[in-house]
């Protein structure tokens, strides 16, 4: 078995001549991990999931899932993939159960399975209405139940809490965990909402203007933002505290009337205080800068 | 093979479920048996005539299907096949059926399907209309009599047979261009305008070039109107040389696209 299920080597594509929407890719999720797949607006985030669901022509680059090729196993590899891509594919003529039996038939599984799932996403009471009728968060819901139908070894979910309240947010967090957990799921999730990315991947990657700015696990970006943490220091005498700062071989500068320290992690923290304050200065605030997934998306995708 | 097709043909059918298409097909067939029922009522006095001369269901008959194969059967095609195509790109599926394990071969001939059977559907209410509008009379009207006339089953069969065939070509473009085109005016605009070509084009020499009125050729044929000596070959041939071309060609556009999203 292939330690990735999703491996793209040199992946690149143009909408037009002029247009390199991707440059060069190199996904690599490991089978078996929580993937979240970040990047801004026009980053190249759903060019890349259309490409791995064979929903684009590859140009330039490979692709392989589960360790196969997916130009040469198209069809037997998506057997094995639950997708949904952008905006929920649902039949809005449709009951819930009508949507999930088109879906049924053609992947083979059994029947009992539309119940299974419609209980696993809670929209079991929605009868007969029209999936046209419902609210987004429960559209959202649907389409999460059609990628589910068929217990699938790879799940590919562009945006699922999209459109979902916090309760729901909470509620497909903890769906996606229980199936990466007991199952061993592998899913791949593109968000914006970075806040509930860093609570739920192991591994992330980011994307901007069509190249990959980082891949790894999630500890790796945490460790990358202690080497190149920061700190500011705000003190009763900054200018003093800077030269201070300098004299000892820190990376310093004076931003907006405060000291910022390059490259500190929270023990050195600690030590930077200790060391002003038995220089005689008065430590008025020591803020650690951009230790969180948010941070370091903007500084990945601004570099 | 043939397990993934009826499943995706399964697929496909339950998709059509609440949609348009049975009322479509239903007010389609029915508009001209509803006329006859009604020209048959207004003449009754026709009715014994025919009926004594056992020529009551093949007169019934040829008189319908003029408008029928001329009219009726071309525009139904092009609004049947637009219809069925586009529930995908007006619920936005298409990416939910092309990351679905199926091959490229088994959605377009499990979609293909799908529009023959709607087509053979037509054709069943359209004759089930006009034995109706044949046979009704002779409940409603006493001067009509009793339909004493036998049904000529096979030759009315035949004659089926040879309009569900010259039917295919207008199919094939239809599908090719509701396939292609998410904007449901190209196929539909296409298809009038080839219809309204093929009309004027009908009495002249050159009325096989445009498919869209085989059956309309068959038709005058048929009632000795045209000779049907211009045609290169007949009509069941070029159906379905047509057909089988522009289906291929279809598949060939359709398998190579390069955004299937």
Redesign the interface.
Known sequence: MSEFAIETIGLSHRFTPADAVLQGIHLQVPAGSLYGFLGPNGAGKTTTL?LV?????CQEGSIRVFGEPLESQR??L??R?G?S???P??????SAA?NL???Q????CPARRVGEVLHQVGLSGTGGK?AGQFSLGMKQRLGLA?ALLHQPELLILDEPTNGLDPHGILEMRDLLLQLNRDHGTTILVSSHLLSEVERLVTHVGIISRGRLKFQGPLASLAERQQALGRLTVHTSDNPGAFELLIGTGRSACLEQGRVLVQGVSPIEAGAINQQLVASGFTVLELTPVGRDLEHQFFDLIGN | MLPAFFSSFQSERIKLRRSLLGWLILCGGSFVPAIMLAVRIRRQQQLPAWHRLGIFWEKHWTESWESLSIMILPLMVVLLTTLILQVEYRNNTWKQVHASPQTWGTIFSAKLAVVLLALLELFVVINLGLYLAGALPSLLVSAGGTTSSPIPWLRLLGRNAHYFIECLPIVAIQFMLALRFRNFLVPVGVGVAGWILSLVLIDTDYNFLIPYNYTGIDYLISTAHRSGQNLPASLWVLACGSFAVLTLASYALYSRQADKG
Not at chain 1, 53 to 57: C, I, P, T, V
Not at chain 1, 89 to 94: I, K, V
Request: charged content about 20%.
């Open positions: 259309r669901l064979g929903l684009l022509r069809v037997a998506l057997r993939i997708s891509i952008e905006s594919s649902l039949y809005a003529h449709l009508e039996a088109v879906w038939r053609v992947f083979g029209a059609v």
